[in-house]
């Protein structure tokens, strides 16, 4: 229990100073051979307890963070998209399935992400 203690400390810091990471992996048009966008795959701090999303998404249900994780997700991956002005749109994937509720609203939060300062999307 210590140790889940631990992790959920860490993952608050973690969310609190946005230290969630991106990777984009290409949505491809086979037909057209082209790409239509990225799908944003959270990662943690490399090297860490919580590297790998599976343990972020564990640790934040099991200490109530979930759906903070998912706006931080959310707004993150909006943020570093933008920031490589990769072409193409940006896919996310929503992690509250078993909560429709909550799913609506980091939603609705991450609609307002899109318009943040500094963070300009492509259409």
Known sequence: MLHNAGLAVTLRKLLEQQKLHFVFQPIVDMARSTVLGYEALMRGP??????????LLR??????LASELEIAACKGAIREFSAL??????????V??????????????????????GCHPRA
């Not at 490399?46 to 343990?55: I, V």
């Not at 640790?59 to 109530?64: D, I, L, M, R």
């Not at 509250?96 to 300062?117: I, Y």
């Open 85 to 94: 002005q990769l072409p193409g749109k940006l896919f996310l994937t929503s």
């Open 46 to 55: 490399a090297g860490s307890a919580l590297e790998r999303p599976d343990d």
């Open 59 to 64: 640790v934040a249900k099991h200490c109530g």
């Open 96 to 117: 509250h399935r078993s909560s429709p509720r909550l799913a609506k609203k980091a939603a609705a939060n991450c609609c307002v992400a899109r318009w943040m300062p």
